[in-house]
């Protein structure tokens, strides 16, 4: 009598690993952003990818930027992170340099480089967050 239970409980966990494995397991799509986007791109600088995520230590956005044509290995270009309300108006700017700058260039290493910027705050939802190239110093950004 013992063994046939063994045996239910072995058949049954047995059809639930076959069904899962089957059919897959459930997965949950990522959660659109509240947030819109704008990248851009400008002096050989493409903004290849922009990441938006809420820390303990404020609003983090990140990426990578990649080489496009007439990219000119200027070690002076920055990127500007800007948070604009609904409204228009920009709520902050941000300016980072990306890194490794110069953007490399090579068929067996990594050709982009990384950026992160922490803004002081969330902005409101159905903001936008720029992430632009700016082409001049770092040092000469009045931000």
């Known amino acids: 009598m013992n063994t046939s239970k063994n045996f239910k409980s072995y058949l049954a966990v047995i059809t639930i690993a076959t069904a899962a ?5 459930a997965t949950s799509s990522p959660t659109p952003s509240p947030y819109r986007v704008e990248r851009h791109s400008v002096g050989g600088v493409k903004i290849e990818s922009v990441h938006i995520t809420e820390t303990s230590k404020g609003f983090l956005v990140s990426g990578t930027v990649g080489r496009m044509f007439g990219y000119d290995n200027s070690p002076r270009q920055h990127l500007d992170v800007e948070s604009v309300s609904p409204e228009g108006s920009v709520l902050s700017r941000v300016a980072t340099t990306f890194s490794p700058n110069p953007i490399r260039r ?9 950026y992160a910027v922490i803004l002081p705050q969330a ?10 190239v700016h082409a001049t110093s770092r040092s000469d950004c009045q931000y």
């Open 21 to 25: 494995l089957v059919t897959g397991c």
């Open 106 to 114: 090579s068929r067996h290493m990594q050709t982009s480089s990384n």
């Open 123 to 132: 902005p409101p939802i159905g903001s936008i967050v720029r992430v632009s």
